[in-house]
Nanobody
């Protein structure tokens, strides 16, 4: 059974940084596509970043140059390094396992809240 546990969220001022972690069990993070999504209040969930089994990364335009997705195979953990945070980055962040990066998520974590104040 796939189990994803996010951590690392919190409150930070604009311009600050956070690193989110997603510890996976029952699944190997390098096996297929994994990604980070976020959902702000009153908005639809959106894709933030993905990384496939070849290490190819994609980013939403709104986070390019500020966020970096990475994996630690030894720890079987997915990360999202978030720099230069903006108030509009405030959202619940979720990690997910996708069958392919062009498809939808098959498994979700419970989410971790990120709040950026101005």
């Amino acid at each position: 059974q796939v189990h994803l546990v996010e951590s690392g969220g919190g409150s930070v001022q604009a311009g600050g940084s956070l690193r989110l972690s997603c510890a996976a069990s029952g699944y190997l993070v390098w096996r297929s596509c994994m990604g980070w999504f976020r959902q702000a209040p009153g908005k639809e969930r959106e894709e933030v970043a993905t990384v496939d089994s070849m290490g190819r990364r994609t980013y939403a335009d709104s986070v390019k140059g500020r966020f970096t997705i990475s994996q630690d195979y030894a720890k079987n953990t997915l990360y999202l390094q978030m720099n230069s945070l903006k108030p509009e980055d405030t959202a619940m962040y979720y990690c997910a396992v996708l069958g392919s990066c062009s498809g939808g998520p098959n498994y979700w974590g419970q989410g971790t809240q990120v709040t950026v104040s101005s």
